[in-house]
């Protein structure tokens, strides 16, 4: 089965300073990513994904995750961070089987 | 409805109590999923239902655990005999369909004495 490895468990961040989050996993095959987030007392809810196509996707308020199969990877990006961004990230892989696995998360704290 | 559903918010239970956790998913959402999440972890898969059928149940974590959907749409988790380490928060998703994104419920936070 597949599994997903979040590098950063908590990151702090002035407003305004790029942010890139780290998301390997492992799984020969092909596989849909997700990153979800979870805002303070929210639900998770998709900020993007990537089923095929251009690796470069994007999400929603400005993030972009970008999909290496080289590397096994699903880094999330975005160039200038908000004080609204803090909330917990969770990078998620699916292997078309329904069996999601989820990361450990990480949590983003942007200092105003 | 709008989203996903999950009742009750919040649940204290005493140890050896048995309880029950409700899902009402998106409407015409095949996909059902269950996750358990303890503090700090990420969603842990639990199980799976495609319409009533449970096609996958790997992930519950003991007999203690049994999932149904008996009409295809409301999801019920029960547990028996609670134990404090069944304490987490359990997560209800659901979805149009195989590998598709997953769309989440506020969860059922279970706190057991």
């Known amino acids: 089965a597949q599994s997903v490895s979040q590098h950063n468990h908590h990151v702090i961040l002035s407003e305004a300073a790029s942010l890139e989050l780290g998301c390997n996993y492992s799984?020969?095959?092909?596989?849909?990513l997700f990153w979800y987030v979870q805002y303070p007392g929210q639900h998770l809810q998709l900020l993007l994904k990537?089923?095929?196509?251009?690796?470069l996707v994007k999400g929603i308020k400005g993030f972009e995750a970008e999909f290496i199969k080289s590397k096994f990877s699903f880094n999330l990006r975005k160039p200038s961070v908000q004080w609204s961004d803090t909330a917990e990230y969770f990078c998620?892989?699916?292997?078309?089987?329904?069996?999601?696995?989820f990361g450990a998360g990480t949590r983003l704290t942007v200092k105003p | 409805g709008a989203g996903v559903s999950q009742s009750p918010r919040y649940k204290v239970a005493k140890r050896g109590q048995d309880v029950a956790l409700r899902c009402d998913p998106i409407?015409?959402?095949?996909?059902l999923f269950w996750y358990q999440q303890a503090l700090g972890q990420g969603p842990e898969f639990l199980t799976y239902?495609?319409?009533?059928?449970?096609?996958?149940k790997s992930g519950l974590p003991s007999d203690r655990f049994f999932a149904e959907r008996p009409e295809g749409s409301v999801s019920t988790l029960k547990i028996q005999r609670t134990q404090q380490e069944d304490s987490a928060v359990y997560l209800c998703?659901?979805?149009?369909?195989?590998?598709?994104?997953?769309?989440f419920g506020p969860g059922t936070r279970l706190l057991v004495l």
């Open positions: 409407s015409g959402h095949v996909s």
């Open positions: 998620a892989v699916n292997a078309y089987n329904n069996d999601m696995r």
């Open positions: 990537y089923f095929s196509g251009d690796p």
């Open positions: 799984y020969g095959g092909t596989v849909n």
């Open positions: 998703a659901c979805g149009p369909g195989v590998g598709e994104t997953q769309y």
């Open positions: 239902f495609q319409n009533e059928a449970q096609l996958d």
